[in-house]
């Protein structure tokens, strides 16, 4: 019997193989590999969230009048321009997902690896503790990076309420945040920053705290199927985060839009200004308008 040898490697074949096992590709994939799943998302659900924002801002300032529906706002849209205006700011929303969701899986997969080690060390294993201080820590870290391309996405987005004559008319993220920056200030690119944070806080901490419990319960009061359950309890854990965290981001929708007027003021000197005047003028509900739409764009990230 012939003894057989297996062919050498060839040096692009061991040069790809060493790069791809390279300590610092296997660091930063992570971090690519979530920004990339981020960016495809929203290339799905950019129209959902140009009607989610338009309607937190309609009726600004009336607690009565005209209460419009998502598919009101869809056709309002459609109307006044083309199909295509659902997908206005897509480049702003692109730009916050390659920044936010790339570094908020980044920081969670980094503190997650950090915290076995440590717990390793010690003995222990990893609950629900652990795994909610790294949510949190890393969603409020990526919110925060990522709240420049999170205001340019809401000022493309309620750029077509205003009237024409005072459109900014950006032509991209790029053109709206060097404007932005120009006339306002760098620091305005942090408007609403706060909530935003606190916003993503809120978001994982309803996604990972009832995901687990959800599943949990579920697999001991029920005989699905391992998909039924999984499925089912990531509903669950997107309505409760979107319960939670709906409030924030109609505050931060509000923040990021709003602009100086003729006397050098903004509507809003702050989170608690915000939530006070929107809970007197407008009613403490008003918060949760149009909570279905937001569902419908959260729920498949949980």
């Known amino acids: 019997m012939s003894n057989q040898t297996s062919p050498a490697q060839s040096p692009i074949t061991a040069s790809k193989y060493s790069i791809l ?7 930063a994939l992570p971090f690519i590999n979530g920004g990339l799943a981020g960016m ?11 009607v989610k924002v338009r309607l937190q801002l309609a009726g600004e300032g009336a607690k009565t009048g005209s209460r419009p529906s998502p598919a009101q706002i869809t056709r309002e849209i459609i109307a006044n321009g083309k199909v295509l205006d659902l997908y206005t700011g897509i480049s702003a929303g692109l730009l916050r997902q390659a920044v936010y969701t790339t ?51 809401i000022r493309m987005q309620s750029d077509g309420l205003k009237p024409l004559a005072q459109r900014a008319n950006y032509t991209s993220v790029v053109d709206a945040l060097t404007r932005i920056a120009k006339s306002e200030g760098i620091y305005a690119l942090w408007a609403g920053a706060f909530p935003t944070v606190v916003r993503a806080m809120a978001l994982n901490f309803g996604q990972l705290a009832f995901f ?34 709906l409030p924030f981001d109609f505050v931060k929708t509000r923040l990021q839009k709003q602009t100086k ?38 729920a498949p990230h949980a």
Request: glycine residues 10%; charged residues 20%.
């Open 103 to 153: 570094a908020r899986l980044g920081f969670f997969d980094t503190f997650m690896n950090t915290l076995k080690a440590r717990a390793q060390v010690q003995g222990k294993g990893i609950g629900f503790k652990e795994r909610a201080v790294a949510g949190l820590s890393a969603g409020g870290l990526a919110a925060m990076v990522g709240n420049p391309a999170d205001l340019a996405l």
């Open 212 to 245: 687990s419990e959800a599943k949990t319960q579920l697999k001991v009061r029920t005989h699905w199927s391992p998909q039924t359950q999984t499925l089912t309890a990531s509903a669950i854990a997107g309505f409760f985060a979107s319960f939670f965290s």
């Open 21 to 27: 096992h390279h300590p610092f590709t296997r660091g």
């Open 261 to 298: 007027g003729a006397d050098g003021k903004v509507p809003y000197s702050s989170m608690v200004d915000c939530f006070r005047k929107v809970a007197k003028d407008e009613g403490l509900l008003r918060f949760y308008r149009g909570f279905g739409t937001y569902y419908v764009r959260i």
């Open 40 to 50: 495809a998302a929203t290339t799905c659900i950019q129209p959902i969230d140009m």
